[in-house]
């Protein structure tokens, strides 16, 4: 009940919030980064894990190829350290309903997902690599850098 | 709100000219609704509730009989005086699409003047929704109203979400709706506008010609006066078509905006002039003129600034050498403009009043009651809150500061000014070397990178006149760090209340504004929301609007996709039927097809990221030929 009254007085607040929310500004996203690829074991297999990654929407916060999205795994690797980390992570989400719609992390527990099926996907994120060329190599954004240096102030 | 007793009104006229018409050649019979007699309408069906068109009232709508030959001698007819009040209000455009209830101004406004057809000019519009939401692109790119119309009870349905989200969005948006009391009764109410009065500023229907062109002129200061809403007013056939040969436009008065006194006037310029370190942040001004006035008075006192323009228009320029942190950024005097959190805030009127006055739905509107601008700044408190609009107030602060200012201090102003311009710019380049960082992750990838839609646009349109005219908010919002905002319409920001099918409309309404000044309108179009109405790229086209459409194209309701799989986890049931409902797949959607059918050049669908830049050229050519053209890129979801 509580919860419903909480619902109620904040949720038009909420509801005008939510455009800006989502709103997705470069700055809040959390995948960039240069940190190495984790080194530690794969036992599962990439193939049957990228099926997995696109059944279970994976691609929708994570980009299509791990490097986009609300978050980003290649170069930021978080709770990838390992697939053990990455299961207890998985398994850990939270399991409360939020007040209101969420976009974060979802719960995965062995339900819905085996520890089987949690390493395939690992082993298709570990194969994930940045097709970004270094910067230097991107001139449509060295100019727009350069544009701005050479701007009058 | 009662309906009109004028004695130009159809029945009287029918009456008077009974002894003309039954000379007049043979009417055309009418097949009647059973149990209707001749020359009655169907009104009720004894249940109370409205009838349902007769079979040959619709027959007449869809125009495969005739309406009895009236007879009478127009020598000048009313809706024509509406369409020269609208002329000398300013108003480009009137879009609509068809509605019996307003043949009498429409024929007007395609007929009337000389050129006919131009000031207002009829935009041809497919739907309601559409109509109105031009308008509400139209209003945040010039910063005044053009027209809608709105076809009876139905059109104002159809529209009454478009004009739902201009109100939560106070743009002013002017519309009129027509009502043909004689004809359908299931188009006609008694208080037409009541649907809708929840989320209208004001509305009226007036009772005769007089009236209505009052009303409009009432319609249209009420619209532009803070808080700014859409406005309504509802014009009855007997009132378009009156004649009307000595009817005068009343002499037009515009609106009084609500001010700072002189005293509050003299007291901030004293403080902007004596501090060492002043800060002026600019939130969303009215006008293109309060934008220039806001430069005026940070220049006079080498204030640095900040601005809204990455966030919505009629905000300060981005790229002015004062708009950024500033040599130091310990301020000692703050001057809020339509923001909060500064140490003397001038905000509008909120809608608070208005909302109160007429929320005759009991929607609540608790969004509108935040004590100042929503969405900006809103629940940030101010040491000194003013209720007035900054836009009007800034002239008799400027004047206060021309005055007051010593040669000490206009000194001590322009060395300030220059060390806030270096600092500002070693910002911005900072702050785009991060970004271009960002910008980067997910380059050569496919689908593409947003980041990368985003970039490789840039250089295209930096040295246009451009105006990014459709929401940010679901592409990443790269525009936000590698875009410069510098003109009051850069960026219109977003839909208002969150509501979908906005962005193609909205880019059209812009491109009304942008058609005739040389400037072009960017479209980064998110998939869910064109599929609303997208028979608006077909008014794009019919009206030559320069408006270039990359779709963002990740086949999904993306953001409805992730709240799904959130619940699904919490609820310990998966994720893999999230897509259902969310995902805009077998089939996929070919947009350039889309496009093609309502006769829009385009291409794609593009998911090889090399091909971008070329399309996007080819696009941009089209586009400053005053031409729209749609790329269909396939991107990544965000």
């Known amino acids: 009940m509580k919860n419903a009254i909480v619902y109620w007085i904040l949720a038009p607040a909420l509801m005008m919030a939510l455009p ?6 470069p700055g809040a996203r959390g995948g960039v980064g240069d940190k190495p690829a984790p080194t530690s074991p794969v036992t599962g297999h990439a193939a049957t894990g990228k099926a997995l990654y696109y059944s279970y929407g994976c691609y929708a916060c994570h980009g299509y190829n791990g490097e986009t999205g609300y978050r980003a795994f290649v170069g930021n690797w978080g709770h990838l350290a390992n697939e053990q980390v990455f299961i207890t992570f998985l398994r850990e989400r939270a399991n409360v309903a939020p007040v209101i719609p969420s976009d ?3 719960n995965f527990s062995d339900k819905v997902m085996s520890d089987r099926q949690a390493k395939d996907i690992y082993a298709y994120i570990r194969t994930f690599k940045s097709s970004a060329p270094p910067l230097k190599d991107i001139p449509t954004l060295n100019a727009i850098v350069e544009s701005a240096k050479q701007e009058k102030n | 709100m009662a309906k009109s007793k004028s004695s130009v009104g159809r029945r009287g006229f029918l009456k008077n000219a009974a002894g003309a018409a039954a000379g007049a050649a043979a009417l055309v019979k009418a097949p009647l609704a059973e149990g209707q007699t001749q020359g009655t309408p169907a009104r009720s069906n004894g249940t109370g509730a409205a009838p349902a068109p007769t079979e040959a009232q619709l027959f007449r709508e869809a125009g495969n ?47 009337y003047g000389n050129p006919p057809n131009v000031m207002p000019e009829w935009i041809t519009a497919l739907h309601e929704e559409s109509a109105v939401t031009m308008a509400h692109g139209y209003a945040k790119a010039e910063g005044k109203p053009m027209l809608a119309a709105l076809h009876g009870t139905i059109g104002i349905q159809h529209a009454a979400m478009s004009i739902y989200q201009a109100y939560y969005d106070r743009v002013p948006v002017l519309m009129v709706a027509g009502n043909d009391v004689d004809f359908i009764p299931a188009h006609t109410a008694h208080d037409m506008a009541g649907m809708v009065r929840s989320y209208t500023k004001w509305d009226a229907q007036p009772n005769t010609p007089e009236e209505a062109l009052a009303a409009i002129q009432r319609a249209y200061n009420e619209a532009i006066t803070p808080p700014m809403g859409p406005t309504l007013v509802v014009l009855t056939s007997e009132v378009q078509k009156a004649n009307v040969p000595n009817l005068q436009i009343p002499s037009y008065r515009p609106p009084q905006m609500p001010t700072i006194d002189a005293s509050t006037a003299r007291e ?11 800060r002026i942040a600019v939130g969303r001004l009215r006008t293109p003129e309060g934008v220039k006035r806001s430069v005026e008075l940070a220049e006079l006192v080498g204030a640095s600034t900040s601005t809204e323009a990455m966030r919505g228009p009629m905000s300060f320029p981005q790229r002015h050498p004062l708009c950024g942190p500033g040599a130091d950024t310990n301020y000692d005097y703050t001057l809020g403009l339509e923001t909060g959190g500064a140490q003397v805030a001038i905000n509008g009127p909120g809608l608070a009043k208005v909302a109160e006055e007429r929320d005759v739905t009991h929607i609540d509107f608790a969004g509108v009651k935040t004590p100042s601008n929503f969405g900006r700044g809103a629940g940030v408190k101010s040491a000194m809150p003013v209720t007035a609009d900054a836009e009007a107030s800034l002239p008799l602060i400027i004047e206060e500061v021309k005055r007051q200012a010593t040669p000490d201090q206009k000194t001590r102003i322009q060395q300030r000014s220059a060390k806030h311009a270096r600092a500002n710019h070693d910002a911005h380049v900072a702050a785009l070397e991060a970004a271009v960082e960002r910008a980067k992750d997910g380059w050569n990838g496919s689908p593409i990178s947003t980041a990368r839609v985003y970039a490789e646009l840039w250089p295209l349109i930096m040295h246009e006149d451009w105006c990014f005219a459709s929401p940010c908010n679901f592409s990443g919002a790269h525009n936000v760090q590698l875009w410069e905002h510098n003109k009051p319409y850069s960026y219109l920001g977003g839909q208002g209340a969150g509501g979908m099918g906005y962005g193609a409309p909205a880019s059209m309404g812009a491109g009304l504004a942008a058609k005739s000044r040389n400037r072009i309108v960017i479209n980064i179009q998110t998939d869910g929301d064109l599929n609303y109405a997208p028979g608006v790229l077909w008014t794009a086209v019919h009206h030559k609007l320069p408006v270039l459409t990359i779709m963002h194209n990740n086949r999904a309701w ?19 039927r999230a897509t259902i409902g969310n995902v805009l797949r077998d089939p996929f959607i070919d947009y350039a097809k889309m496009a093609a059918g309502y006769g829009m050049a385009g291409e794609g669908p593009i998911s090889d990221p090399t091909k971008l830049s070329a399309a996007l050229r080819r696009g941009m050519a089209t586009v400053k030929r005053g031409e729209p053209y749609m790329i269909d890129v396939i991107t990544e979801p965000r």
């Open chain 1, 20 to 25: 800006l929310a989502l709103s997705a500004q």
């Open chain 2, 65 to 111: 009989i005739r309406p009895p030959v009236e007879v009478r001698k127009i020598t000048r007819a009313a809706s024509d005086v509406m369409v020269q009040t609208l002329k000398e209000l300013g108003i480009e455009y009137a879009a609509a699409n068809p509605g019996s209830s307003f043949e009498g101004f429409q024929e007007s406004v395609i007929n």
């Open chain 2, 268 to 278: 901030i310029a004293h403080g902007l002039l004596a501090a060492e370190n002043p």
């Open chain 1, 104 to 106: 974060r992390m979802p």
């Open chain 2, 558 to 576: 993306h953001q409805e996709y992730m709240f799904v799989q959130y619940m699904a986890g919490v609820r310990g049931r998966g994720a893999e």
